[in-house]
């Protein structure tokens, strides 16, 4: 069996690794110069099952004059990208709705899990490297009444096994003490030891190595301009003017994905949501945080990724733009001097590395995984700011449909016509 996938970030590897390891053929395809150009390059680094909730939690349309003109909102809607906004929007806030959004938490909580567990199996199996933790995340708190409100909040997953450890002043200092500078600041945290981390770009090259070690090969700088279909079967790409055929394509485009699959009916609620981050190389000799922080009034979050600091937050409306506005960098810059002042030296400061990317994010806060309706083309896509997350669980959930297997948990969720 031959397999087309499009797209060589996180999703689209994890699935050709998952298909390589079935004993098929696999061949990438992305308009990137090599693997994990895209959203996957200088993520947030977080793999967090204990952040399944969707963006468009219910009473979010209270906030819609914040996003349209607040400069320091944590997410941002920009004039320029609200026409391609029309259709979406309306579907974002219908899925706002409690009994919807808490459907979709549950959904992507519960992939989240088995997504961790595989990729846990692939990192020891491989012996794979990319700055990997596993001390969980810590989400910490200015205000009792917001600590409360999280715990609630955490508890709606408990009975689906979600771990949230509610942790006193001192006990979240203790667990990392670099925050001690700001501990008067703080009333206590959350700790979820289900957590992760790790460096997403890396852990990307070192499934990109294995797969060619497996036999798969990669078409890098090109454009796919159109899934080919020939007899209501989808039988390979056109790369303007050069056929690739294939017994199955796989759509793993990300941002990209709806513009591939519209003209075959295939209607995908995606649309792209540009995030920020920053990482530093801190000064040789600092004491440097052990786990990741979680801001949660800022919705920001600082994470170790062996001797670096990245700083990462905010979503932006702003359609495919990628420019760098130097106030969301600002306020990335400011984050990580009032968390840790003692590490945010000038020099580390100086070291910074700013960064953004495009989040592919679905209507109703979950993603596509499963069959497009025409035989022989798949969808991988819309894992909007839990990517990393879900991406190996995601992968072994479709590779399980595109050989007929019952997957190790339900595929309803996902389904592209849900």
Request: net charge positive; glycine share 14%.
């Given at each position: 069996m031959t397999n087309l996938i499009i797209g060589a970030g996180l999703i689209g590897l994890t699935t050709a690794l998952e298909l390589l390891h079935r004993g098929q053929q696999v061949t990438l395809i992305d308009s990137g110069q090599s693997e994990s150009m895209g959203a996957s390059f200088a993520n947030g680094g977080l793999l967090t099952p204990s952040m399944s909730d969707p963006w468009n939690t219910p009473g979010v349309h209270r906030h819609l004059a914040d996003y349209l003109f607040g400069s320091n909102s944590a997410l941002k809607v920009r004039w320029g990208a609200i026409p391609s906004l029309l259709s979406w929007g309306p579907r974002f806030l219908w899925n706002s709705r409690p009994?919807?959004?808490?459907?979709?938490?549950?959904?992507?909580?519960?992939?989240?899990?088995?997504?961790?567990?595989?990729?846990d199996e692939l990192r020891d199996r491989l012996a794979l490297s990319f700055d990997a933790a596993g001390q969980g995340t810590l989400k910490f708190f200015r205000t009792s009444s917001a600590l409360d409100a999280a715990m609630r909040v955490s508890g709606h997953l408990r009975d689906y096994g979600l771990e949230a450890n509610q942790l006193s002043r001192d006990e979240t200092v203790s667990l990392e003490p670099c925050l001690t500078p700001i501990a008067d600041q703080l009333v206590g945290a959350i700790h979820y030891p289900q957590d992760q981390s790790g460096d997403a770009l890396r852990?990307?090259?070192?499934?990109?190595?294995?797969?060619?070690?497996?036999?798969?090969?990669?078409?890098?700088?090109?454009?796919?301009?159109?899934?080919?279909?020939?007899?209501?079967?989808?039988?390979?790409?056109?790369?303007?003017?050069?056929?690739?055929?294939?017994?199955?394509?796989?759509?793993?485009?990300?941002?990209?994905?709806?513009?591939?699959?519209?003209?075959?009916?295939?209607?995908?609620?995606?649309?792209?949501?540009?995030?920020?981050?920053i990482t530093y190389a801190p000064t040789p000799g600092l004491r440097l945080p052990a786990i990741p922080v979680i801001d949660d009034a800022h919705h920001a979050a600082i994470t170790p990724l062996g001797t670096r600091l990245r700083s990462v937050g905010t979503a932006e409306f702003a359609g495919r733009n990628l420019h760098l506005d130097r106030e969301r960098l600002d306020n990335l810059t400011a984050f990580i001097k009032a968390i840790y002042p003692e590490i945010a030296t000038p020099e580390t400061l100086a070291t910074g590395q700013p960064w953004a990317g495009l989040r592919p994010v679905a209507a109703d806060g979950r993603p596509y995984i499963g069959a497009a309706g025409t035989p022989g083309l798949w969808i991988n896509s819309g894992h909007g700011h839990l990517?990393?997350?879900?991406?190996?669980?995601?992968?072994?959930?479709?590779?399980d449909l595109m050989a007929g297997r019952p997957p190790e948990i339900p595929a309803k969720p996902y389904s592209i016509g849900r």
């Open positions: 009994s919807r959004y808490h459907a979709a938490t549950v959904a992507n909580y519960e992939l989240g899990i088995y997504s961790l567990a595989v990729l852990f990307c090259q070192s499934l990109a190595d294995r797969i060619r070690k497996l036999g798969g090969t990669f078409h890098f700088g090109r454009d796919v301009r159109a899934v080919k279909v020939r007899g209501g079967r989808a039988i390979g790409v056109d790369l303007g003017g050069d056929v690739l055929r294939a017994d199955n394509v796989v759509v793993a485009a990300g941002t990209a994905s709806p513009g591939l699959v519209g003209k075959l009916g295939v209607q995908l609620a995606i649309k792209p949501v540009k995030g920020y981050s990517g990393w997350t879900l991406a190996a669980g995601s992968a072994r959930l479709l590779a």
